[in-house]
């Protein structure tokens, strides 16, 4: 069982930066892809990011790419989310989530385990 609290969300305004962190339980965190997925009101859930669990390889989902950096430190068991330039359109509830021995893939029915999200909102 891995537990998942996420943590750094809040109100920015455009252009400005946010570094979200997910903080999971257990001693096996390195096993796991870890992604971050986010929800718009009255929008699907959809893919932000994914971390491979032996940490080499990183996916973004285009509306982020060369904005939003994903890493992770398994010595404490966290990943974390940079936004940098953020816009109002970033607006949503994240959620990390994590994929036993997972590539960090975007297909959310992969991940077993998953946060309670955090807000974020960017103001124009």
């Known amino acids: 069982q891995v537990q998942l609290v996420e943590s750094g969300g809040g109100l920015v305004q455009a252009g400005g930066s946010l570094r979200l962190s997910c903080a999971a339980s257990?001693?096996?965190?390195?096993?796991?892809?870890m992604a971050w997925f986010r929800q718009a009101p009255g929008k699907e859930r959809e893919f932000v990011a994914g971390?491979?669990?032996?940490?080499?390889?990183?996916y973004y989902a285009d509306s982020v790419k060369g904005r939003f950096t994903i890493s992770r430190d398994d010595a404490k068991n966290t990943v974390y989310l940079q936004m940098n330039n953020l816009k109002p359109e970033d607006t949503a509830v994240y959620y990390c989530?994590?994929?036993?021995?997972?590539?960090?893939?975007?297909?959310?029915?992969?991940?077993?385990?998953w946060g309670q999200g955090t807000q974020v909102t960017v103001s124009s």
């Open positions: 989530a994590a994929d036993h021995y997972g590539l960090g893939s975007g297909s959310a029915l992969t991940y077993e385990y």
């Open positions: 257990g001693r096996t965190f390195s096993r796991y892809a």
């Open positions: 971390i491979r669990w032996s940490g080499g390889s990183t």
